[in-house]
């Protein structure tokens, strides 16, 4: 880690957990912004006429995944960006679920949500009790 090293600093662990975040949602909005269309066939869902939607969430995506790292690096200053990133693991999800009640997205999606969202909010709940238990109001 760089920046200031205190007996409250990230566990190895919680430091793994935001750089595997950051890795991941770096890819995932490049490939929501780059390969949409191969997105649209992996889904079975028809490509819209306007996909800039899917490209800004991608950018968006991209980065939450630049600030999972800021966050590795320095987390008693940047650890607002990871209570951002929980609640958009939070209510991205909840957004989907009327997605697949509806049809539009298969079921099976439910395991790129328990991999690219709801997996993550146990671990980023515990490194934001951390942070706040430094004294640092994320």
């Known amino acids: 880690m760089s920046g200031r090293v205190t007996e409250r600093s ?6 793994f957990v935001l750089r595997l975040a950051g890795t991941y ?7 929501m912004v780059c390969f949409y269309h191969e997105g649209y066939q992996l889904l079975g869902v028809a490509k819209p006429q306007l996909v800039l939607p899917v490209q800004g969430m991608g950018v968006l995506v991209a ?3 630049v600030g999972y790292h800021w966050v590795a690096s320095d987390p008693l200053r940047n650890g607002s960006i990871l209570v951002l990133g929980f609640w958009s693991k939070l209510l991205a999800p909840i957004l989907c679920i ?3 009640l509806d049809g539009t997205l298969p079921w099976w999606f439910l395991v790129v949500l328990l991999f690219s969202d709801l ?3 146990p671990f980023f709940y515990l490194i934001i009790r ?4 430094s004294g640092r109001t994320a």
Do not use: H, I, T
């Open 10 to 15: 990230l566990d190895p662990w919680m430091v």
């Open 25 to 31: 949602n770096v890819l995932a909005g490049l490939s």
């Open 63 to 65: 980065l939450f995944g």
């Open 98 to 100: 009327r997605f697949l």
């Open 119 to 121: 997996g993550y909010l």
């Open 130 to 133: 951390r942070l706040n238990g």
